[in-house]
Structures are given as structure tokens and as C-alpha cells.
């Protein structure tokens, strides 16, 4: 699924596309080969994230579809919601180990499929 940077660079730009018409802002993302961790933060009253979410699949799915690759979503997902007055540095922090629990990287700074809109990766591994 997310195994050559064209598909995750695709996919990532109808993500980014997605969150600008959707009013979200994307703190931390990482593609693992076979899902994706994306940790976002709506800008106001207006962000439903089950709209984001489902756009965004479609988008990218779509997307993915037409380049003769398949199907690339399932379906669902898995959501946790933070509270108001959380440290979302965390979380990210989190999101951007996973390549290095699953022995992808040594470091995520070595790893190329993640990134956040909002910090540098060196704000994130920072972080407690």
C-alpha cells in the first residue's frame, strides 16, 4: 500500500488538499506500509473530522484507483480525541516512533514518510 513515495506523496497531497477545504490542520503524519497515523487538529467551529476522514479516503482513493494500483483504504478508522488542554507534542512524538518500533528506521528522523505541517521533527523527538 504505502511502500513507494509516489503513492505516499499522492496520497499525502489529496490529504493536504483535504484538510485546506475541510479546515484542519495536520500536526504529525506517518505512513507505515500498511496504514497510515495522522494526527490533526480542526481550526474551528466548522472542522468535522468523520467529513475529513471520509473525504480525505475518498480523495486519495480515488486518486490511487485511477492510477491502476487498487484499492487503498479500508474501512473505518480508529480515532481518539484530545482533550482541550493536552500536549498534542506527545502524541506526535508517538506517531513518529513507529517506524523505529517497527524496526523500519533507526531513527524517524531517518525515516521519509512522515512529517507535520506545524513542528520540525526535531520539535517533536523533543518532546517528553
Known amino acids: 500500500m504505502f ?3 509516489a503513492t505516499v506523496e499522492e496520497t499525502m497531497r489529496q490529504i ?3 484538510a485546506g477545504i475541510e479546515r484542519f490542520k495536520i500536526l ?4 507505515m506500509p500498511d496504514h497510515l497515523h ?10 468535522d473530522l468523520r467529513r475529513f476522514a471520509k473525504m480525505a479516503k475518498q ?16 474501512e473505518g ?7 482541550i488542554d493536552e500536549d498534542a507534542r506527545p502524541v506526535a512524538r508517538y506517531i513518529f516512533d513507529n517506524p523505529v518500533r517497527a524496526g523500519l528506521a533507526r531513527s524517524a528522523r531517518d525515516y521519509p514518510f512522515l512529517g507535520s505541517s506545524v513542528w520540525t521533527i526535531d520539535d517533536v523527538l523533543a518532546s517528553p
Open 16 to 18: 493536504w488538499i483535504t
Open 38 to 47: 495522522l494526527l490533526v487538529e480542526g481550526l474551528d467551529e466548522c472542522s
Open 59 to 74: 480523495r486519495s482513493g480515488a486518486s490511487h484507483a485511477r492510477s491502476g494500483s487498487g484499492r487503498l483504504w479500508q
Open 28 to 31: 504529525a503524519y506517518c505512513f
Open 3 to 5: 511502500d513507494t513515495p
Open 77 to 83: 478508522y480508529w480515532e481518539k480525541v484530545l482533550r
